[in-house]
């Protein structure tokens, strides 16, 4: 095995394991979180802070692993979802920024996908099954809950009346307000990527 494909299998199974402990604990949080009981803005929790702190080592390792291996785009998810889990210890948004752990739902289904594909498994029943999920759970977690919840975010940090317009300075509601935008902009444009690629693999063309 070449050293990038090492690399890649790598970067694979860290994402995958990444995935299985980020999404069903942000998800455990996000639904057992009293909004009338907890400051859902400056708020701060040791076991969600801790569940952050493994999110953003794995952040910043991907960014630099995509910057060396994958790709601007690729580079660009890592770094700003790395920035964006720094700010959660000031702490800022902790709560709230638990519905954008939760996309991680759908990564399982993508690092499977791939796997099947370098195991000769392309285009097999086990991986159309496993498309029906991943297509699924993007569409749900990243596309629908993703812009439900990054339009929540934005519209909180410059609600003319909340207490984020009077304490928060403008470059931080700027970044979350790009960052959101720029990581819904990239989820929708990797899944036309992902419909072409099931295409691909499953509907055949007529001669």
Do not use: C
């Amino acid at each position: 095995m070449s050293a990038l494909k090492r690399v890649q299998w790598d970067m694979h199974v860290v994402s995958l394991v990444h995935s299985l402990i980020v999404a069903p604990t942000a998800l455990y949080f996000w639904m057992t979180t009293d909004p009338q009981k907890t400051d859902m803005v400056f708020g701060y929790d040791y076991y969600v802070g801790q569940l952050y702190g493994i999110s953003y080592g794995y952040f910043v390792w991907d960014s630099i692993q995509s910057l060396r291996y994958e790709g601007l785009q690729f580079f660009v998810h890592g770094f700003v979802a790395s920035i964006a889990n720094t700010f959660v210890w000031h702490p800022f948004l902790m709560f709230d920024g638990l519905g954008v752990l939760i996309w991680e739902a759908s990564t399982p289904f993508l690092n499977i996908h791939w796997f099947m594909d370098k195991l000769g498994m392309t285009g097999s029943k086990a991986q159309l099954i496993n498309a029906v999920f991943l297509l699924s759970s993007y569409v749900s977690m990243r596309l629908v809950l993703g812009v439900y919840i990054s339009y929540s975010m934005i519209h909180t940090l410059w609600e003319p009346s909340s207490a984020i317009e009077r304490t928060v300075p403008f470059l931080w509601k700027f970044f979350y307000t790009a960052g959101l935008i720029t990581l819904n902009a990239l989820n929708y444009f990797w899944f036309s990527k992902m419909i072409q690629a099931v295409r691909k693999r499953f509907v055949k063309e007529k001669i």
